[in-house]
Nanobody
């Protein structure tokens, strides 16, 4: 079993910054990619940012230039630094990981979600 535990959400004013963390634990051989998706009320879940095991990064169009993503492979942890936040960034942010447990077992795992609210 693999678990993702996210933290760092909260209320921030427009233009402010927030940092999310997500740690993976459990039966893990390797983590191919880790990242964040978000879902706002009435909208579909969308990619925010993703980072692969060889540090290739992929960002959603609306956050490019404002958000950065990093990972600590030794800690199986990923970090999302969110700058210049806008009210439209308000959403529940979900951590995501593509995990290899054994030679033949691959899992996609989701965290429980953390709420980010951008409001004055």
């Amino acid at each position: 079993q693999v678990q993702l535990v996210g933290s760092g959400g909260g209320l921030v004013q427009p233009g402010g910054s927030l940092k999310l963390s997500c740690a993976a634990s459990g039966s893990i051989f390797s983590i191919n990619s880790m990242g964040w998706y978000r879902q706002a009320p009435g909208k579909e879940r969308e990619l925010v940012a993703q980072i692969t095991s060889d540090n290739r990064r992929n960002f959603g169009k609306s956050v490019k230039g404002r958000f950065t993503i990093a990972r600590d492979n030794a800690k199986n942890t990923t970090y999302l630094q969110m700058n210049s936040l806008k009210p439209e960034d308000t959403a529940v942010y979900y951590c995501n990981a593509n995990v290899q447990q054994t030679e033949y077992i691959f899992l996609e795992v989701w965290g429980q979600g953390t709420l980010v609210t951008v409001s004055s």
